[in-house]
């Protein structure tokens, strides 16, 4: 790795993750002398960029999920396009093989972004021992690396997974995401505890690859932050693909015995107990802001760890900065890269730059696909917000029963008052890329009927988010109003 020359920076991004990185390169790009210090190491005990995002999120499950939907199909849908197969089988060697490459040429691309954009980077565990000094040691042996001085500093140091005590992580029975992406064959049973963004991805993979898969969540209700309709068409659509999604049930114990773990979990008829091949723990993540700096610095966090910050994500001391999943907000990638622009920017003395946290994009990567942005129809009417609400099946879309891809539906809520648009949900394949469109309506502050007058071509799945603002105002043409 390149030696960082300089020991007095501009700019110090602690954290290379999407936050982290994204933050440094518009520094750099900025003018500011920036060094970036992250303590990764990959498989092979090499240091590497991206974060979790690109080494053990994102990248490696969306890589994942790619490869077991193309099995899946190859298994159940060729047939119906005339296409035979004599024999069909997995390499899950070769599976995961393609995935490090990916996630491999990802984040090398990261060293090259630095490069061109001259951030400096260091590799190592960074301290911030005054307001204005960073000290970097080795992560294994603790030996003090480096002492620098910084005039602003950002801090990007992500999550981690939240541990259950019930269920304490053991080797290769008991594991965290991170394992779950790289089980050498297909287990029988998967048990997975929460039935959130990493229990339902990662389920998927392993389901569609042959795993018996059960997910234990314990919240009643199923993905509670999205539109109740659609959380209820998904959850449908995934348990008949074989995720035996149990709401309502509360973990109690989870034991390895004669290599398979034994769960007891408790929900409204009692106590049950499922064995398990392997168990997923997926019930959230916590912010790492432990051991980075001294509480006489003065930089808040609250009960969570997460570190407070403003608006311009400052800590309570100005020129120490905090963006990504170390702080408050949804623990998504492109958050913290939105963030780490606002606050270069904002360090340049661009003080208009800010982030819009109404308008940030979810996407579970199941298959349908669930996205969404902006309010659900029960928010509105809490808020005691008058709506129009317009949806458009994809059954009834050309291109989605040429795909055969005619599960799902877009749903978009507009102010009864103004007809602009509040939310947009969507079930669907392809739903994480038709969900950018209404990203950009809502941030220009489309209404419902400006999205109604755009023209989309034929035959594509964005033609149904045309109907579905044609529908807000009864006007849809290719369903029933
Ligand atoms: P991170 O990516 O966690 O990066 C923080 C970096 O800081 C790490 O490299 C860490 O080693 C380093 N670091 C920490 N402490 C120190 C220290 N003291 N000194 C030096 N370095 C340090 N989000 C999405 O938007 N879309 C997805 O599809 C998606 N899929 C996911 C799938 C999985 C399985 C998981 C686990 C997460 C997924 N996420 C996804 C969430 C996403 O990965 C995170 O929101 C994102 O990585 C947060 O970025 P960050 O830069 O804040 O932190
Ligand atoms: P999550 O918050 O999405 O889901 C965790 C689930 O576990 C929740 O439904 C919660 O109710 C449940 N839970 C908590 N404690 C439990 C217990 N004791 N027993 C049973 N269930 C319990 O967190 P997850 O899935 O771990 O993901 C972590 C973060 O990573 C999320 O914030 C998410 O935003 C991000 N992520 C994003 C993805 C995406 O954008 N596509 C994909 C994967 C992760």
């Known amino acids: 790795m390149a030696k960082a020359k300089n020991e007095k920076w501009d700019v110090v991004v602690i954290g290379a993750g999407p936050a982290g990185y994204v933050a440094a390169i518009r520094c750099a790009q900025l003018g500011f002398k920036t060094l970036c210090i992250d303590e990764w190491i990959d498989h092979a005990g090499d240091s590497s960029l991206g974060g979790t995002c690109l080494n053990v999120g994102c990248i490696p499950s969306k890589a994942l999920l790619e490869s077991s939907h193309l099995y899946q199909l190859a298994r159940s849908d060729f047939e119906h396009h005339g296409i035979a197969m004599s024999s069909l089988d997995i390499n899950v060697e070769a599976m995961l093989a393609r995935k490090d490459k990916v996630v491999s040429d990802l984040t090398d691309g990261i060293r090259t972004l630095f490069k061109a954009n001259g951030v400096s980077e260091l590799h190592g565990r960074a301290k911030i021992t005054a307001l204005d000094t960073v000290v970097i040691s080795d992560r294994k042996t603790r030996k003090k690396i480096k002492k ?87 959850k449908r659509s995934l348990m008949k693909q074989g995720l035996d999604i149990q709401l309502n049930s509360r973990m109690i114990e989870a034991r390895v015995k004669n290599n398979k773990v034994h769960v007891v979990y408790e929900d409204r008829n009692g106590e049950h107990k499922e064995v398990f091949d392997k168990l997923v723990i997926a019930v959230g993540r916590k912010p790492n802001s432990d051991r980075l700096f001294g509480e006489e610095l003065g930089i808040e966090t609250d009960e969570r760890h997460t570190i407070m910050v403003n608006k311009k994500c400052q800590t309570s001391v100005p020129h120490i900065y905090a963006i990504g999943d170390v702080v408050r907000g949804p623990m998504l990638a492109h958050k913290g890269s939105e963030e780490g622009i606002m606050v270069a920017e904002n ?135």
């Open 148 to 234: 620098v001085k910084a005039k602003n500093i950002i801090i990007a140091t992500g999550s981690s997974p939240i541990r259950l005590q019930q269920a304490m992580i053991q080797d290769d029975y008991i594991i965290d995401s991170a394992a779950a992406l790289e089980l050498d064959k297909v287990p029988q049973r998967l048990g997975i505890v929460g039935a959130g963004a990493i229990g339902l991805e990662l389920g998927s993979v392993w389901s569609r690859l042959g795993s018996e898969v059960v997910l234990l969540e314990a919240m009643k209700d199923f993905l509670p932050l999205t539109d109740r309709k659609l959380s209820n068409i998904a």
């Open 347 to 481: 360090i340049a003395g661009n003080n208009h730059a800010e982030v819009d946290y109404d308008l940030v994009p979810y996407v579970i990567y199941t298959h349908p696909e669930i996205a969404w942005v902006g309010k659900t129809e029960e928010e509105c009417k809490n808020a005691g917000i008058k709506t129009n609400v317009g949806s458009f099946p994809f059954a009834a879309s050309g291109r989605a029963r040429a795909m055969a891809e005619i599960e799902g539906q877009v749903k978009i809520i507009a102010d009864a008052e103004t007809d602009r648009v509040l939310g947009v949900h969507i079930f669907s394949a392809q739903a994480s890329e038709l969900i950018a469109q209404a990203v950009l309506m809502m941030e220009m502050q489309a209404t419902a009927e400006d999205m109604a007058l755009t023209m989309f071509a034929h035959p594509t799945m964005s033609e149904s988010m045309h109907e579905a603002a044609l529908s807000v105002h009864g006007q849809a043409i290719h369903i029933k109003n």
